[in-house]
């Protein structure tokens, strides 16, 4: 989250589908606590710890090191890659920032090239998972596979009932962020400025400005 004292510019994401259609997210599902010491303790049950004294964990002799991508020209997102980095330092996990063109990075996720990378999706008002989470699916950048998600999008986009169809969505939400197979970080607000000549214009989710005369 983005803030500025107490105004916030942004709500942490737990998942991809927009936090505009309320009807679809499930209030009960919370996102994850930043814990630092559930992390250090999570590697090491998974058998991460620092060997050396050197302040990065290892196992059987290989640190936890790997290159964390964004694409360059987004300072918004260059800021974030430095924080994620500088937050995966303090557990003792050597992320490596690495900035790459906007262009060759997309083509570089499609092909499944890179250790970790952080990126942004747009959200449209119509919920589709499929190209995402659907096992195969073109966007589905980090091969996440689970036939129950598969059978949740079918059941989904076959709903008509709005209420029977919002509720699929809630239980898909709940079960990838389970899943984790991405670390969601944050919806950002689109920050609009009228001028006070302007009467009665104003914003929604389809147009930075309405009733505009």
Known sequence: ILTDGETRYGQRAVGTIT????????????????????ARALLAEAGWTDSDGDGIVDRDGTALRFT???NASNPRRAQAQLIVVDQLRDVGVDARAES?????????????????????????????PSDMWRTGGGYNITGYNDPETDALIDTGLAQRDPAAQAETWRQLQARIYDAQPYCFL????????????????????????????
């Open 19 to 38: 936090p505009a259609l309320t009807a679809h997210r499930d209030p009960a599902l919370q996102p994850l606590a930043h814990d630092p010491a559930r």
């Open 68 to 70: 964390l991508l964004t």
């Open 100 to 128: 790459v063109a906007g262009g060759p990075l997309f083509n570089r996720m499609l092909e499944g090239d890179f250790e970790a990378v952080l990126y942004g999706w747009g959200a449209g008002l119509f919920v589709d």
């Open 186 to 213: 944050y919806w950002r607000d689109d920050l609009v400025a009228i001028d006070g000549r302007f009467q009665d214009v104003g914003t929604d989710i389809v147009s930075s400005l309405t009733d505009l005369h």
